[in-house]
């Protein structure tokens, strides 16, 4: 619920514009409903306006833009695409001729790609943002279209088209403010594991890299702490990505002879935030080193990642005999299921010594662990 009040203000604070004050009382409702964030209103809303509007109008380009935004937000993608056709048949003849046009013809694609997914409007939608990147600013029209096609790429397991789109959304987006650093990010960070997915490249461990790295300067810049976990979050994901990757390429056996060298491995960047600032017990040095029975995780087998290498972090709590309580998936790659086989094990889990100063205490609280396994 918190992240959709997030995207309504912020699409209230891009989408809403001031439209023309003529005599139509309509419209002052369409504002209205915009600013309260009720798309679905705002989409009726425009559809009567505009059977009565007269196309002569110096603001019908405007108007048919901000109504077709309307309409694609709240699901009506037939309300618009007839607007975006109106635009493209109609723009450069119009009174006061379309001066958006790049983010006019996203508007129609976007409506004709969520209509109809498939190659022709795929095809059309990735050069329609293309076209839009071209030119200067940011529109929330686009910002949502980007987000659509690397998203649908990423779900639909076609991953070197999610490593292009992705990385364009990811261009697209970060055009706008820190508000928009963990979407712009996410779009980032799903192109580089879609890069990995899709090739296996040895280029691919350093763009997770950099991507984990950016991710923790966003961190530390980050003024709103709900922002901030939402980064957060990000950054447990990419770590793990990052420790499956470096696997995968490590292993001789992971990577076979396709695969003629290793790769350096690269130490992530921690930010200044700490993670878990209220955790309670003995200071760091105190601390032993462990070992838990990892042997005990029945991780899922998977005909779509056999041969990755998958990785899962979670935090948990270990009392002073072992025992571990409270375990918590922070991140699982390359699918959230391998998080459930850590979860159940839980009980059959157990934290030994394995080396600290004498003395030192087993016991803690949110103990961060990542897991890394091969897919079988």
């Not at 879609?194 to 280029?203: K, Y």
């Not at 002879?257 to 992530?268: A, G, L, N, T």
């Not at 921690?270 to 032993?288: I, L, V, W």
């Not at 394995?354 to 003395?359: I, Q, T």
């Amino acid at each position: 619920m918190q992240k959709r009040h997030l995207l309504r203000a912020m699409l209230i604070a891009l989408a809403t514009v001031s439209l023309p004050s003529a005599a139509f009382a309509d419209i002052a409702a369409f504002n209205a409903a915009v600013k309260a964030g009720d798309y679905k209103t705002a989409a009726a809303e425009a559809k009567v306006i505009w059977s009565t509007w007269d196309k002569a109008d110096q603001d019908t380009a405007v108007l048919a833009r901000e109504f077709g935004f309307a309409s694609y937000v709240s699901g009506d993608f037939a309300g618009a695409q007839m607007f975006g056709q109106f635009l493209k048949d109609n723009g450069a003849t119009l009174a006061k001729p379309d001066d958006q046009p790049a983010t006019s013809r996203v508007l129609l694609s976007a409506a004709s790609f969520r209509l109809k997914s498939d190659d022709n409007t795929r095809k059309d939608l990735l050069e329609s943002l293309k076209v839009r990147e071209a030119a200067p600013g940011l529109d929330t029209t686009s910002l949502l279209a980007s987000e659509a096609l690397y998203k649908s790429d990423w779900a639909a397991g076609r991953f070197g088209a999610a490593s292009e789109s992705g990385m364009l959304a990811y261009r697209i987006i970060s055009r706008g403010n820190e508000v928009l650093a963990p979407r712009a990010l996410e779009a980032r960070s799903t192109a580089a594991a879609a890069g990995f997915l899709g090739g296996r490249d040895q280029q691919d461990y350093g763009q997770m890299m950099d991507a984990h790295d950016a991710i923790i300067v966003a961190i530390d810049a980050a003024k709103d702490p709900k922002r901030r976990q939402s980064l957060v979050n990000l950054s447990f994901n990419m770590e793990a990505w990052g420790n499956a990757t470096y696997q995968f390429f490590d292993s001789a056996e992971q990577i076979g002879s396709s695969i003629p060298m290793k790769i350096k491995r690269r130490d992530f960047t921690r930010p200044q935030y700490t993670y878990f600032p209220d955790e309670p017990g003995p200071t760091a040095d105190s601390y032993c080193n462990l070992d838990i029975n990892e042997r005990a995780i029945n991780y899922p087998q998977s005909s779509a990642f056999s041969g990755i290498v998958g990785s899962v972090i979670v935090k948990m709590d270990i009392d002073a005999e072992g025992r571990i309580s409270n375990v918590e998936s922070l991140a699982s790659v390359p699918a959230r299921q391998f998080s459930g086989a850590v979860e159940d094990a839980a009980p059959r889990l157990k934290a030994t010594r394995s080396g600290g100063a004498p003395g030192c205490s087993v016991a803690r609280e949110n103990y961060i662990m990542t897991f890394v396994f091969r897919i079988l």
